[in-house]
């Protein structure tokens, strides 16, 4: 019982960040009728948000202090970073921080990005066939990932959660299992409730705004959304650019989960289309549960129990799942019928 | 003898009844119009007859075969060829590859794996393919990529396509929707050219002119039941279709 | 694009190709590419391409999974070498066939669906592949290592006609001649030729004609009276035999298989070939083939010392600004110009370099003859 609590807690987060990138794919592919193969490269750019800003707080004013002596006998270097020494001892919050501060940067950077994505790419290929616009998508997610690697490397860059969220939440005692058999690092909790806020925050977004009800309509009925408005245009621009700052924020928060690389982008996208198709194409609230649900899943195939019955199952669980579901319901968990269905 | 026999067709689409105890013949040979107002389930009537849409119960015979619960190139087979509202050809194919591949399809069945013969040596099937297109007045654009027809030669070579079939029933969904006024009088005469071969056609119209220059027969449709089914004399004076499709005003 | 074509230009377009392939050496001994291992390369990528294209090219569905055909090739030849012989016909016999039946399995589930699912679908089974081996297969693949010879492999067939191959590592031969070097060339070309005629008569045939309606209007299809399932499924076969048959050269030129081959960026690899070169065109796919792998080779060669060297005519600032901003796009960036490469073949020439040119050629003979034939003017309608 406690191991399948915790199994479902491992999924929780990493179903979030699925949910999370498979939300925004399916609003551009609902409202736009574009498949953005670039949209993993948008999650990996707001985790090097986080990576850059912590980067700059980190630059370090470097004072030789005389007055003390190394094991050399060179004298001591005293190492601030700037932002301490200017702002003191919010500077050295602010470093600590860095990552949930990352978001307020990240979101007007997204915002930019996504829109000069969709301004000078993607509007091209609105009417282009859909084989034509995966390929440049995905061209663009090759462009965008090797810059990366160029200015930061190949390897992995830790980004650690604030001090106060370092450590683990033992949630088994709580709940009356044994001290340390379920434990739950507090930052994976606190993804959880961001992810949680972002994903509610979009749907009142849509539920509740005018906006938010042209964006519907046009998922419903792609034949018609040429006809509801004559900003179409500009619309399109900004559900693209929501999107971005989902996936993006999405990659901030991840971050000291999972240290950020140049092709953590690749490796969440082709798990975040499977998650969309798995939720139902243009289905916004199929593309959450199945992104959660398909997190748990595939956190349950990797207990060595399961894995002693089907070695290999946890590598695979989440394709499986996917070519099940589109030869039985190949619209998907929650697609409404005829909607991409061929 | 009828060719077609449909017999207790219903249709459902949840709470929506399409088509309610339908019942039609067609005559071999005979030009049979099916018309009704708009939603009286016409389109749906023509999809059960050609496996893609499956109705509820009973019976759709064709030259005894049933085509109940059958797959579209398995009817085509048993020798149904249709026509669409809007032409459905191959766009990116020349003129004659459109009409080579019915051909091919007659000869060689659904699915041939003959990919070491070269097309270059079907001279018989792509002459036989010239004279039909000729037939129908398109020899000259043969060669042509056929999404660059107009919408009334679209109709034509899409025509010609389901004939180098010799199909034993044509069904044509308003074959003339869309067209300006010449196409619809010449797509009336190529139609009219066609019936003479005594190939049986069942035409959905919704076009008046159209359906009492072809029919031989008339079936009118409304909400989803038969209300008459007369030679077309008979139709324009009957009370019940006036009352129905046309709200009491007069042919 | 249209069949009506002259049995007299096919004739000539093969011997041109069997001419390009025996001289290739000789032809790309300017450019720097005169030696074997990068024109083996080229041939087996050139088949490669050959066979996406059959699928992609006629039929229009896009496959994002074909690495992992490539993938199996290598696997299933190196397993050859070890327990049956070092001869590579076996070999390759038995990476056709394997992959056949792989293909087969894979093509039936994922052809029930068209459009972005068959993509969805292709790439799901190709990771799927691509994570396997390096997990439960790993008896099979030795996972992260590679299947790699080694020197007391059984090798039946070799050990029952006393074929001894003492305490070196064997290589891999063609009834003994050895398969390194020219010899591995011309062993390479003389496939890549057949399987590019192979090609030229199912695009000539009335089974490629089919697969171009499918491409075109799959409801009229059915109408018809065509199955369109079989037609593309036997597409998706064929076009999976080619790339094992590549993986399977891969083998015979350097016999390790790893899995790293069968990572989804290699299928993107092999679309881009097929698409700068031309899709659904005859010699486009090897075109692009070739030229992907020659500017990988070069591109990737360079550093920044050579860069130095080339930029050296600027003035030393503009020359280090310059080598900075090239240093992106060579070396370890070579991905960087892949995927820009890509986009801009995309936005601007979806036809590829056969469209361009016979654009070109267009050209010419418009302002020449004025109209010569009314298709090869042809606009593509909306």
């Not at chain 3, 040119?357 to 003859?369: A, D, E, H």
Request: with cysteine; proline share 4%; net charge negative.
């Amino acid at each position: 019982m406690d191991a399948i609590l915790l199994q479902i807690l491992n999924g929780l987060d990493k179903g979030g960040a699925y949910a999370l990138i498979a939300l925004g794919l399916t609003l551009i592919f609902g409202t736009l009728g574009v498949v953005n193969f670039a949209h993993g490269a948008l999650f990996m750019l707001g985790a090097f948000c986080a990576v850059t800003l912590k980067a700059l707080l980190s630059l370090e004013k470097v004072v030789l202090d005389e007055t003390q002596q190394t094991a050399w006998g060179t004298p001591m270097e005293i190492r601030t970073p700037y932002i301490e020494a200017w702002l003191g001892d919010f500077g050295v919050t602010l470093l600590d921080y860095s990552v949930p501060v990352s978001i307020l940067v990240a979101i007007p950077i997204m915002l930019i990005i996504g829109i000069i994505m969709e301004r000078g790419l993607i509007k091209h290929f609105y009417k282009r066939p859909h084989a034509e616009q995966i390929l440049v998508t995905f061209g663009l997610a090759i462009v965008v990932q090797e810059i990366i690697k160029s200015q930061f490397g190949a390897n992995p860059i830790p980004q650690p959660a604030p001090d106060i969220f370092a450590g683990s939440a033992d949630i088994g005692s709580l709940l009356g299992f044994d001290p340390g058999r379920v434990v739950y690092p507090w930052w994976r909790m606190v993804y959880l409730a961001f992810a949680g806020i972002v994903i509610g925050g979009v749907f009142a977004f849509l539920q509740f705004t005018t906006f938010g009800m042209v964006v519907r309509a046009g998922m419903a009925d792609r034949e018609t959304v040429g006809l509801l408005g004559i900003d179409i245009d500009r619309r399109f621009t900004i559900v693209f650019g929501l999107a971005a700052i989902v996936a993006g924020l999405a990659g901030v928060m991840y971050t000291p989960i999972l240290s950020p690389d140049y092709h953590m982008g690749m490796d969440f996208l082709v798990l975040s289309f499977v998650v969309v198709v798995v939720g139902g194409m243009g289905s916004l609230g199929g593309a959450v549960a199945a992104g959660f649900l398909l997190g748990i899943l595939q956190s349950f195939a990797s207990m060595n129990e399961v894995k002693s019955i089907l070695p290999g199952i946890d590598q695979i669980i989440i394709y499986l799942v996917a070519v099940v579901i589109l030869l039985v319901r190949p619209r998907g968990l929650m697609g409404r019928k005829g909607v991409m269905e061929t | 003898m009828p060719i077609l026999t449909v017999r207790n067709v219903n249709k459902r689409f949840g709470g929506l009844k399409a088509l309610n105890e339908v019942n039609l013949e067609v005559e071999e040979g005979t030009v049979h119009a099916i018309i009704g107002p708009n939603g009286a389930g016409k389109s749906t009537l023509l999809n059960c007859f050609v496996g893609r849409l499956e109705p509820d119960t009973d019976t759709v015979d064709f030259d005894g075969t049933s085509l109940l619960g059958i797959k579209p190139h398995e009817i085509n087979q048993v020798g149904v060829s249709r026509v669409f509202q809007t032409p459905e050809i191959f766009g990116d194919l020349s003129l004659v590859e459109n009409v080579m591949i019915p051909a091919l399809a007659k000869r060689d069945g659904a699915f041939k794996l003959n990919g070491w013969s070269a097309m270059n040596g079907e001279t018989e099937l792509r002459q036989k393919s010239m004279e039909m297109l000729g037939d129908l007045g398109l020899a000259d654009q043969a060669e042509q990529q056929a999404s660059q027809l107009s919408r009334g030669d679209k109709r034509r070579l899409e025509l010609a396509m389901c004939l180098i079939q010799d199909p034993k029933l044509l069904l044509l969904d308003e074959p003339t929707a869309g067209m300006a006024r010449a196409d619809t009088n010449n797509t009336i005469d190529l139609l009219k050219e066609i019936a003479k071969r005594g190939i049986t056609m069942v035409v959905i119209e919704h076009d008046m002119h159209v359906v009492f220059s072809l029919a031989d027969k008339i079936s009118v449709l409304a909400q989803g039941t038969v209300i008459a089914e007369d030679l077309p004399e008979k139709i324009k004076g009957n009370p019940k279709v006036q009352e129905a499709y046309l709200g009491g005003a007069h042919l | 694009m249209l069949t009506q074509t002259s049995k007299k230009g096919d004739l000539l377009l093969l011997l041109g190709f069997v001419l390009a392939v025996a001289f290739g050496p000789i032809i790309l001994q300017p450019f720097g590419a005169g030696y074997p291992d990068l024109l083996q390369k080229f041939a087996i990528f050139g088949i490669f391409a050959i066979g996406f294209n059959i699928l992609f090219g006629l039929t229009g569905y896009l496959s994002f999974g074909h690495a992992a055909f490539l993938g199996v090739g290598p696997y299933t030849a190196v397993w050859s070498f070890k327990l049956l012989t070092m001869n590579v016909v076996p070999a390759i016999i038995f990476a056709v066939v394997v992959s056949g039946v792989f293909a087969l399995l894979i093509g039936f589930v994922s052809l029930r669906r068209s459009g972005i699912y068959f993509s969805i679908l292709t790439l799901a089974f190709a990771q799927m592949s691509y994570n396997l081996a390096y997990s439960v297969l790993t008896p099979i693949t030795n996972g992260e290592t590679g299947l790699q010879l080694r020197q007391h492999d059984p090798r039946v067939i070799d050990t029952m006609f006393g074929i001894n191959y003492g305490a070196e590592l064997p290589s891999t031969t063609l009834f003994g001649i050895p398969m390194s070097g020219w010899s591995g060339y011309y062993f390479c070309g003389v496939v890549l030729i057949i399987m590019f005629y192979i090609s030229m008569r199912i695009f000539r045939s009335p089974f490629g004609m089919m697969l171009r309606a499918v491409k075109s209007n799959q409801n009229r299809m059915n109408y018809t009276g065509l199955n369109t399932r079989p037609y593309t499924l036997a597409a998706f076969v064929i076009s999976g035999m080619y790339a094992d048959l590549a993986g399977g050269l891969m083998a015979v030129t350097d016999p390790l298989a790893g899995a790293e081959r069968m990572q989804w960026t290699a299928s993107g690899e092999v679309v881009l070939m097929t698409i700068l070169g031309g899709t659904g065109t005859l010699l486009g796919p090897v075109i692009g083939a070739g030229a992907i792998k020659y500017f990988e080779n070069i591109f990737s060669a360079f550093n920044e010392g050579t860069l130095l060297q080339i930029f050296s005519f600027l003035p030393e600032g503009l020359q280090h600004a310059a080598v900075s901003v090239a240093a992106l796009f060579v070396g370890e960036g070579w991905h960087l110009t892949l995927g820009a490469l890509f986009m801009i073949i995309v936005i601007f020439l979806p036809g590829g370099l056969m469209e361009g040119v016979n654009r070109i050629m267009r050209l010419f003979t418009k302002s020449g003859s004025g109209g010569s034939s009314p298709q090869a003017t042809a606009q593509p309608a909306e």
